[in-house]
C-alpha cells in the first residue's frame, strides 16, 4: 500500500515535470542548459548547431523582420519568409487601385520585378556575451534607482562602443530577469529589402479578424523577401546595383510534416512578456488597462470597418492600421478570458503571501523582502488612476491621429529666425515636417478621421470628472449647443492639420513670424492642453512609479529565485532571439469539445459554406481544390494548412520557423489559440497553443497556385 502511494507521487511529479517542461523561452546563447530536456522530447540534433557563437548555426538563418517580427532565410540567395501579416505595411505601401497586390497577391517573375520596401529592414544576429560584471561595475546596491541608472547607462555606452569600433555591426545591451543579468548581442543589419511574393488577401489573411487568435484555422500567413547586398555581401543601402544577399546559413525544408506528439522547436523574437509581475501589476493590466483598451477600440473598429467598407480607397489606406487596432482588441479580450479561467490574480496572491511567510522566517530575508509586498501595494494604490488616465489617452485622445501629428509642431515653435544660426535649423525641421506630412497623409482620410475624434474625444472628456479634463476641452464644451460632432467639424475646417494642401501651403511659405499660425490653430491648441495636462498630472506620477518599481523588481526576482531554488527560471521577453519547444499536441477547448492538431484544406472549404467576407475563396484554389492535385504536399490524401503545438510564443515571434526534431523547417509560426492568450503572464501548458503554417500549403501556394516554381529551384527541399 505505501509502496503504491510512493509510486503514484512519483509518478504525477513526472508528468507534472514533463508538462512543465515546455514552458519558457530560452536564450540561444545558453540553450546548451536545455540540450537533455530537448532531447528528451525527442530531438535528434546537437545545441550547438542550434547556436554557435564561433561557427555556423542555424541561428545563422533566423532574423529579426522589421522591428516587430521574426523571419528566416530559406535559399542561398537571400530569399526570406516571413507571415503575410509581417509584410501586410510594405505589401499596402506598394499597393493601389490599379495594382491591389494586398487583394490580388504579388509574385515577381524574376528579381528585376521585386520591389524595393522602404524603410525595412532584416536583422542578423552575430553573437552574444554575458556583460553583468561589466555593467554592474562600481554599482554600489545602495545607490538610489536614479544614479544606479546613470552608471549602468555610462557603463553600457562604453561596453557597446568598444564592440562597434571597427566593424559595420550594432551592439545593444539588454536586461534580463528585471535588471539582474545583462547581455551584449551583436547585430547585423541590412537595409535592402525588396518584396518577392505575397498571396492575395483571402489566402494570406484567410479566415481575417474573424479568426484571428483561433484554433481552427486555415490562413496561408506567408510572404517572400529578398535580402540585398553590397558586391562585397556587406548591407548597404538601396541602390539598383545591389545583388541577392548569400547568408552564412539557410534552412531546408522538409515536406514530411509532424505528426502527434512531434518534437518541435521555434526560433524568434518574442517582444515582451510578464511573467513574473505581481498581482498588483496584473490587477491593474486586467481591470484598468484591458477593459479601457478594449472599450475605446471598439469605438474605433466600429468607424473604420464602416469607412472601408464604403471606399475602396480608404480600404487600402486603413487596412493595416485597422488589423493593428483590432489585433490588440481581440488579443486582451482572450487575455482577460484567460486569466479569469486560470484564476491567475488568486493564484499569484497566495503566492506572494508564501513568499512573504518564507521571507519573515529569517532576519536577513525578512529585511530584504519582508516589506515587498507591502511597497507595491502602496505604489499601485496610487499608480491606478495615472494608468487609467494614461491609457485613456493612449486609446481616446490618440484614437483620432490629429492629436500627435499637431503636437509634433512643438519643436517649430521652440525656433526663431531672429535667433542668429537657428535659420538653417528651421530649413532642416521643415523639410523634416514635410517628409513626415507625406506619411502622414499617405494613409489618412479626412472623414474618416473627423469621425473618430468626435467620438473618441467625446469619450477621452468623459473619463474625467468635470473639472479634471484638459483646459481647452473644459472650455469648448460650455459652448451653447455644445456637440462633439460640430466640435469636430469646426476643428477639421479650420485646422492646417487636417488637410494636406492647407498643410503644404504653410510649410511651403514658412516664416518665423507665422508661428502665431501654429499657435492659434484649433488642433494644436487642444493638443497642447492634452499634453500638458499629461505632462502635468500623469506622467510625474509614472516616472516616479517605474523608478520604484525598477527597484522593487530587480529584488523580488532575487526573492523568487532564492525562495524557489530548483526551479530554472526563464527569462521574460524582450526583443531578443529566443527559443522556444515543445510537442505537437491537440486540445479540448471546452467541455465536450476536442479539437485535433492540424488542419486541411478541406476545412477551408466548409468556412466558405459562409457569406461571411472574411471565409470567401480565391476561384483559382478552388478550381486546384476541385481537381485534387494537390502534388507532393499532401498529409492523409488531402492538403494540410495549418497546424499546432505546445510551444511558448509570444507577440514578435510572428515568422518565426518552427522546426521538427532534426531542424528542418516544418512551419512558420503566426499566432496563440484563443484559450491562450493570456500566456504573456500566465502560460497554461494544458491548454495554450502556437499556431503554424504547414510549409506544406506555403510550397502548394507558391508552386500550384501561383505557378512561381522557379522560386522552389532556390529552396532546398527534402521530399520524404
Ligand atoms: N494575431 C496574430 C498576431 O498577433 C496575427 C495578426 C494579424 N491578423 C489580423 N487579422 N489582424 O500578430
Ligand atoms: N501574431 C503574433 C505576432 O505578430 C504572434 C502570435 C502571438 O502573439 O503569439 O507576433
Known amino acids: 500500500m505505501k509502496k503504491n502511494w510512493r509510486c503514484i507521487v512519483v509518478l ?29 522530447l525527442g530531438m535528434q540534433i546537437s545545441a550547438e548547431e542550434i547556436y554557435n557563437n564561433d561557427d555556423i548555426s542555424l541561428k545563422d538563418a533566423v532574423v529579426r523582420f522589421g522591428r516587430g517580427c521574426t523571419g528566416m532565410m530559406i535559399s542561398g540567395a537571400g530569399l526570406l519568409m516571413t507571415n503575410h501579416h509581417c509584410g501586410y505595411r510594405q505589401i499596402q505601401a506598394l499597393s493601389s487601385l490599379e495594382n491591389n497586390y ?5 509574385w515577381a517573375q524574376n528579381t528585376s520585378d521585386e520591389l524595393p520596401c522602404d524603410g525595412l529592414s532584416v536583422t542578423f544576429l552575430i553573437s552574444t556575451y554575458e556583460v553583468t560584471d561589466e555593467v554592474l561595475a562600481v554599482i554600489d546596491n545602495d545607490l538610489n534607482q536614479k544614479e544606479r541608472r546613470r552608471l549602468i547607462r555610462k557603463n553600457k555606452q562604453k561596453i557597446t562602443e568598444e564592440a562597434e569600433a571597427g566593424t559595420h555591426y550594432k551592439a545593444e545591451i539588454k536586461s534580463f530577469f528585471n535588471d539582474n543579468q545583462y547581455f551584449l548581442f551583436i547585430y547585423e543589419i541590412f537595409e535592402d529589402v525588396r518584396l518577392v511574393g505575397a498571396p492575395p488577401r483571402n489566402i494570406g489573411k484567410y479566415g481575417g479578424d474573424t479568426d484571428n487568435w483561433m484554433w481552427p484555422r486555415h490562413t496561408g500567413d506567408f510572404a517572400l523577401f529578398r535580402v540585398y547586398a553590397d558586391e562585397n555581401n556587406k548591407p548597404a543601402a538601396y541602390t539598383p546595383e545591389n545583388v541577392p544577399y548569400t547568408p552564412r546559413k539557410h534552412l531546408q525544408i522538409n515536406l514530411a510534416g509532424v505528426n502527434h506528439n512531434d518534437f518541435t522547436f521555434v526560433y524568434g523574437f518574442p517582444g515582451r512578456t510578464n511573467q513574473y509581475a505581481t498581482s498588483y501589476e496584473i490587477d491593474i493590466i486586467k481591470n484598468v488597462q484591458n477593459p479601457i483598451s478594449i472599450k475605446m477600440r471598439d469605438i474605433r473598429l466600429d468607424i473604420i470597418r464602416e469607412a472601408m467598407n464604403e471606399s475602396d480607397e480608404v480600404h487600402i489606406k486603413y487596412a493595416a492600421k485597422q488589423a493593428s ?22 493564484m499569484k496572491r497566495e503566492k506572494e503571501t508564501a513568499f512573504t511567510a518564507w521571507a519573515t522566517e529569517n532576519p536577513q530575508r525578512n529585511k530584504k523582502y519582508g516589506g515587498l509586498m507591502t511597497a507595491y501595494e502602496q505604489i499601485f494604490d496610487e499608480r491606478r488612476p495615472a494608468v487609467r488616465d494614461f491609457r485613456y489617452l493612449m486609446e481616446a485622445a490618440f484614437g483620432s491621429e490629429v492629436i500627435r501629428f499637431a503636437y509634433s509642431y512643438l519643436n517649430l515653435l521652440t525656433l526663431s529666425a531672429d535667433k542668429p544660426r537657428e535659420g538653417d535649423k528651421i530649413e532642416a525641421m521643415v523639410d523634416g515636417l514635410k517628409d513626415a506630412a507625406e506619411s502622414h497623409f499617405r494613409n489618412y482620410d479626412y472623414k474618416t478621421d473627423k469621425n473618430l475624434f468626435a467620438q473618441t474625444m467625446k469619450a477621452y472628456y468623459e473619463s474625467f470628472s468635470h473639472e479634471g479634463a484638459p483646459e481647452v476641452l473644459q472650455k469648448v464644451v460650455k459652448r451653447r449647443h455644445f456637440s462633439f460632432e460640430d466640435y469636430a467639424n469646426q476643428v477639421y475646417e479650420n485646422s492646417i492639420f487636417t488637410c494636406p494642401e492647407r498643410l503644404y501651403d504653410f510649410l511651403d511659405n ?14 494644436f491648441k487642444l493638443a497642447q492642453s492634452i499634453y500638458t495636462h499629461y505632462y502635468e498630472q500623469t506622467y510625474p506620477l509614472l516616472v516616479k512609479h517605474n523608478n520604484m518599481l525598477d527597484s522593487l523588481n530587480r529584488i523580488f526576482m532575487q526573492g523568487l529565485m532564492e525562495w524557489q531554488n530548483e526551479r530554472h527560471f526563464y527569462p521574460d521577453a524582450n526583443g531578443t532571439l529566443r527559443i522556444t519547444y515543445g510537442r505537437v499536441l491537440p486540445y479540448k477547448p471546452a467541455d465536450a469539445v476536442s479539437y485535433d492538431y492540424y488542419t486541411s484544406i478541406e476545412g477551408i472549404f466548409q468556412k466558405a459554406l459562409t457569406t461571411k467576407d472574411d471565409y470567401q475563396v480565391h476561384p483559382r484554389l478552388r478550381d486546384l481544390y476541385l481537381e485534387r492535385d494537390f502534388g507532393p504536399y499532401t498529409k492523409n490524401q488531402t492538403l494540410p494548412v495549418c497546424f499546432i503545438a505546445a510551444n511558448h510564443t509570444s507577440g514578435g515571434n510572428s515568422g518565426s520557423p518552427v522546426f521538427n526534431a532534426y531542424g528542418q523547417l516544418v512551419g512558420i509560426n503566426f499566432d496563440r489559440n484563443w484559450e491562450g492568450t493570456m500566456s504573456d503572464i500566465h502560460y497554461d501548458p494544458v491548454q495554450g497553443r502556437n499556431i503554424s503554417v504547414d510549409v506544406r500549403y506555403i510550397l502548394f501556394i507558391i508552386d500550384k497556385f501561383a505557378g512561381a516554381g522557379h522560386l522552389l529551384k532556390e529552396m532546398d527541399i527534402i521530399h520524404h
Open 12 to 40: 504525477l511529479s513526472l508528468s507534472f515535470l514533463s508538462v512543465k517542461a515546455e514552458e519558457g523561452m530560452w536564450l540561444p546563447y545558453l540553450i546548451i542548459e536545455k540540450e537533455a530536456d530537448m532531447q528528451n
Open 102 to 106: 494586398l487583394e490580388e497577391g504579388f
Open 325 to 346: 487596432i483590432a489585433n490588440g482588441w481581440k488579443k486582451w479580450i482572450g487575455e482577460n478570458r484567460g486569466l479569469r479561467r486560470l484564476r491567475t490574480l488568486d
Open 510 to 523: 514658412y516664416k518665423t513670424r507665422h508661428r502665431r499660425r501654429i499657435l492659434r490653430d484649433p488642433a
